[in-house]
């Protein structure tokens, strides 16, 4: 989801249907016909007809900066992709692509799909690289594409990844081997003949015919995070990216697009498949520079050198360009819009607007169902209700069930499930997780919990995996957090379920101080803001434990780690093995 999708559903929410029921069901119409392509057949038309433009601007950390034109990336994904089919790669093969946000990274993703591959996203760390080998046999890779980046910064995770998996190690070809590829030139013991790109592009190959390839194709695969279990491999078409409603620029753009998007190209948010087919410049880092907050004033100057428009801003990234000195913001540069999502946005990230952009918008999507709604623009003259996460995007169904699946009115809460022409094709390797994902009517179980409100908003709560079991009684934890945002000196809060032997679980409120706050302080808001008499059970959702920390642990996302906050929380509350599992 990007600068375009947000526009396009400017244009095309402004009628302001409403539902002809006050059931809980969104849908904003599509607001163009389909894009019957692929995401090879535009990158060819876009280095046709803007072969100049910079698509694709990699800044890094020492200042220094490199691009790729249309017309460059096409050429040399092009060299690539015939390759590839020199090595006995096939329409429909899957290829593996590994490494950081660079130049080549998207030269090899092109290059794949030109080649009628399918790309699988691998994400390397060294925690990660030895469940790869899982994964190939799960898809049975034929290749792998590697990227060590600069200075082979990645060396040592892809030498585990590699040397735990059935890959091929010298000249002569193995059939049941996977075939490495590395994207830069690298020197590993055991691959010093292997191919390069640099080597490959220099190759003459122009009499290899590459095979066509059509919008039902599978083209990526993509994994979760996990974060509710084992990674599942989620697969994408072509089509599925090329008609996406807002792919093409829409009339109303009145100037020339610029966006910075440093999320990962393996994550469905940071996929360079959308700016080819919006031809879209986009200006990326590697990730970890924004992860760093003593960075985000570079951040700011990157921005700024490259006069970009628009950006998509972890909410990690916008809390620490709000505390920039005053300083440090003077100068009148702003963008056109910021883009956020991914967790819970409260009216805390609204101080952005008016700073350092003219407007915000919220983004609420999924690896399986792309874009799904989005909320702006969105000004300080309201206060920002915590989960508000907008209307429908164009071309896509919500509703809100309950637990028999059946639709519930506006204004409950339930299970929220979504239908479009963009959710994925499958689970890779897993029939029956993706046959539980949908129902008969091909509605896709997103496993968030969250309302529609009396607008037409859908208000998102969290996730059904979330919620806590006390009693009899399933208590949501994004329910109380919204509560606890609200409360000054409250700068991150995280609730999590610890054990108890009585009740199963019981309800654990653990926060970061921005001031003078304590435990006990916490609680008092508690009793003063929740009802507990005439519930049903007398609890209500009044936590029981307040713990204070100093920072959250952090996933790679930037998101608090919930898990081991709960671990950690169990311990010092002194509840491990008391009875309830950890979650």
């Not at 030139?185 to 691959?191: A, C, H, S, V, Y």
């Not at 807002?246 to 910075?260: G, H």
């Not at 435990?519 to 803001?529: G, I, S, T």
């Given at each position: 989801m990007g600068t375009l999708s947000y526009l396009a559903y400017r244009a095309g929410h402004s009628s302001g249907m409403d539902p002809p029921s006050n059931l809980s069901y969104l849908h904003t119409p599509p607001v163009k016909p389909n894009n019957y392509s692929t995401v090879t057949r535009v990158a060819k038309e876009n280095a046709r007809l803007r072969p100049n433009q910079e698509l694709f601007i990699h800044r890094e950390l020492d200042g220094s900066r490199s691009s790729l034109t249309n017309a460059s990336l096409y050429?040399?994904?092009?060299?690539?992709?015939?390759?590839?089919?020199?090595?006995?790669?096939?329409?429909?093969?899957?290829?593996?692509?590994?490494?950081?946000?660079?130049?080549?990274?998207?030269?090899?993703m092109l290059g794949i799909l030109s080649a009628g591959a399918v790309v699988l996203n691998v994400i390397i760390t060294v925690k990660t690289s030895l469940d790869v080998k899982a994964l190939f046999q799960l898809t049975r890779a034929k290749c792998i594409l590697v990227d060590c980046g600069e200075n082979n910064s990645l060396l040592p995770p892809v030498k585990t990844m590699l040397e735990n998996c059935n890959v091929q190690t010298g000249e002569?070809?193995?059939?049941?081997?996977?075939?490495?590829?590395?994207?830069?030139?690298?020197?590993?013991?055991?691959?010093?003949?292997?191919?390069?790109l640099q080597k490959i592009l220099s190759q003459s190959i122009d009499e290899v015919d590459l095979p066509h390839v059509y919008p039902e194709d599978n083209a990526i695969i993509f994994t979760t995070s996990g974060s509710t279990g084992k990674p599942k491999l989620v697969l994408h078409s072509h089509f599925d990216f090329a008609s996406f409603p807002?792919?093409?620029?829409?009339?109303?753009?009145?100037?020339?697009?610029?966006?910075?998007n440093d999320r990962p190209f393996g994550w469905i948010g940071g996929t360079p498949v959308s700016n080819i087919l919006r031809s879209e410049t986009r200006i990326f880092m590697d990730p970890s520079v924004s992860m760093n907050t003593e960075n985000v004033d570079f951040l700011w100057r990157v921005l700024e050198e490259e006069r970009c428009t628009d950006a998509l801003l972890a909410p990690f990234v916008i809390h620490d360009l709000i505390e920039l000195p005053q300083k440090d913001?003077?100068?009148?540069?702003?963008?056109?819009?910021?883009?956020?999502?991914?967790?819970m946005i409260d009216n805390y990230y609204t101080r952005i607007i008016g700073k350092f952009c003219h407007e915000m918008a919220i983004v609420?999507?999924?690896?399986?169902?792309?874009?799904?709604?989005?909320?702006?623009?969105?000004?300080?003259?309201?206060?920002?209700?915590?989960?508000?996460?907008?209307?429908?995007?164009?071309?896509?169904?919500?509703?809100?069930v309950d637990p028999q699946e059946l639709p519930i009115e506006r204004g409950l809460t339930g299970k929220i499930q979504i239908r479009s022409l963009h959710l994925m094709k499958e689970y890779v390797g897993s029939p029956e997780l993706t046959k539980e994902a949908f129902t008969e009517d091909r509605w896709f179980r997103t496993g968030d919990i969250g309302k529609v409100s009396s607008n037409g908003h859908l208000i998102l709560l969290g996730r059904e995996s979330d919620a806590i079991k006390r009693g009899t009684?399933?208590?949501?934890?994004?329910?109380?957090?919204?509560?606890?945002?609200?409360?000054?000196?409250?700068?991150?809060?995280?609730?999590?379920?610890?054990?108890?032997?009585r009740l199963y679980e019981e309800i654990c409120?653990?926060?970061?101080?921005?001031?003078?706050?304590?435990?006990?302080?916490?609680?008092?808001?508690?009793?003063?803001?929740?009802?507990?008499?005439?519930?049903?059970?007398?609890l209500g959702e009044m936590p029981t434990y307040f713990l204070q920390y100093e920072v959250f642990p952090k996933?790679?996302?930037?998101?608090?780690?919930?898990?081991?906050?709960?671990?950690?929380?169990?311990?010092?509350?002194?509840?491990?093995?008391v009875g309830a599992s950890e979650n």
């Open positions: 050429q040399q994904a092009d060299q690539l992709a015939r390759f590839l089919v020199t090595q006995g790669i096939k329409r429909g093969d899957v290829v593996a692509l590994a490494g950081p946000n660079t130049l080549e990274m998207v030269i090899g002569t070809s193995q059939d049941d081997k996977i075939k490495v590829i590395f994207l830069r030139k690298t020197d590993l013991d055991g691959f010093k003949t292997t191919e390069n807002f792919s093409l620029i829409p009339s109303t753009v009145d100037y020339e697009l610029m966006l910075f913001t003077k100068d009148r540069f702003m963008l056109q819009h910021i883009f956020t999502g991914g967790q609420y999507a999924c690896t399986e169902g792309t874009g799904i709604t989005l909320h702006g623009p969105i000004d300080r003259t309201e206060p920002l209700l915590a989960g508000d996460v907008g209307p429908a995007c164009p071309g896509v169904e919500i509703r809100v009684r399933k208590v949501y934890p994004a329910m109380l957090e919204f509560l606890l945002k609200k409360m000054e000196s409250v700068k991150e809060v995280c609730v999590v379920p610890v054990p108890d032997k409120v653990c926060f970061v101080p921005s001031g003078k706050i304590t435990p006990d302080d916490v609680q008092r808001y508690c009793e003063q803001n929740l009802f507990t008499e005439n519930t049903v059970d007398s996933l790679g996302s930037g998101k608090p780690d919930k898990k081991a906050i709960q671990v950690d929380a169990s311990q010092r509350l002194g509840l491990t093995g």
